[in-house]
């Protein structure tokens, strides 16, 4: 049974919601690790994409969180998913991307698949994930990127909410029009699909945080290890 668990976040904001989770799905008395690391989304969205500095600092994290004595770290966010395949070469202990159980939920819905970000670094690693992941079982998918182009500027440089979730709530009407089901690329992105009224929802709209979650609650009481 797992006892140590470590988080790598790469903005506040994720802290609370994951933290959230945890302690309403897994028990109390496990030990938690929290790595915050903004320095990661910042350069990541400054340059478009991951960088050989950004695979070094993660799997730095990664060190840190197995000397602690974690037995296993979580990612939570999909502009350094990849660095996972890196950095599990270089520790002992499973290294997870946040985005794999919510794509595994997806294909039980529907092979047609909407994939909204709001930053290019988030969308690309999870619609390449996305068809990897479907490769892998067999499966065919037919994936339909969305980027919510001005909403990451709109609340993260100018703290202008109300723009960021109009563009977002305007780009899932239109991707629920030719979709089964929508992936979120990011955890702040969940808020306003909540707030969408039942009538306007069409197809499930999935968000990474809890279902990541619940798959690291079946991993707590578990043996052996979990590479994905």
Do not use: W
Not at 32 to 39: F, G, Q
Not at 70 to 84: D, G, R
Not at 111 to 128: E, F, H, K, Y
Not at 157 to 166: E, F, I, N, V, Y
């Amino acid at each position: 049974m797992i006892r140590k668990l470590a988080f790598l976040h790469t903005v506040f904001p994720a802290f609370s919601i994951f933290d959230a989770l945890i302690k309403e799905l897994l028990p109390a008395d496990l030990t938690v690790y929290h790595i915050t690391d903004e320095i990661l989304a910042k350069v990541v969205v400054a340059q478009g994409g991951l960088s050989p500095f950004l695979y070094r600092r993660v799997a730095e994290h990664a060190f840190a969180a197995e000397q602690a004595g974690a037995e296993l770290l979580q990612m939570t966010c999909s502009s350094i998913s990849p660095c996972a395949d890196y950095v599990r070469a270089l520790v002992s202990i499973p290294v997870l991307k946040v985005d794999i159980p919510m794509i595994d939920k997806a294909f039980e819905i529907g092979r047609r698949i909407g994939v909204a970000a709001t930053a290019m670094s988030a969308l690309n690693p999870l619609v390449d994930l996305v068809r990897s992941r479907a490769s892998e079982q067999g499966r065919s998918v037919e994936v339909e990127p969305a980027f919510c182009e001005g909403a990451y500027a709109a609340l993260f440089s100018r703290g202008d909410t109300a723009t960021h979730d109009q563009i977002v709530r305007d780009t899932l009407q239109r991707l629920m029009e030719r979709n089964e089901v929508i992936l979120l690329a990011q955890a702040s992105m969940q808020r306003v699909a909540d707030a969408l009224p039942a009538e306007e929802r069409k197809v499930p709209i999935l968000a990474s945080p809890r279902l990541a979650v619940e798959h690291l609650r079946t991993l707590v009481y578990a043996t052996g290890d979990q590479q994905e």
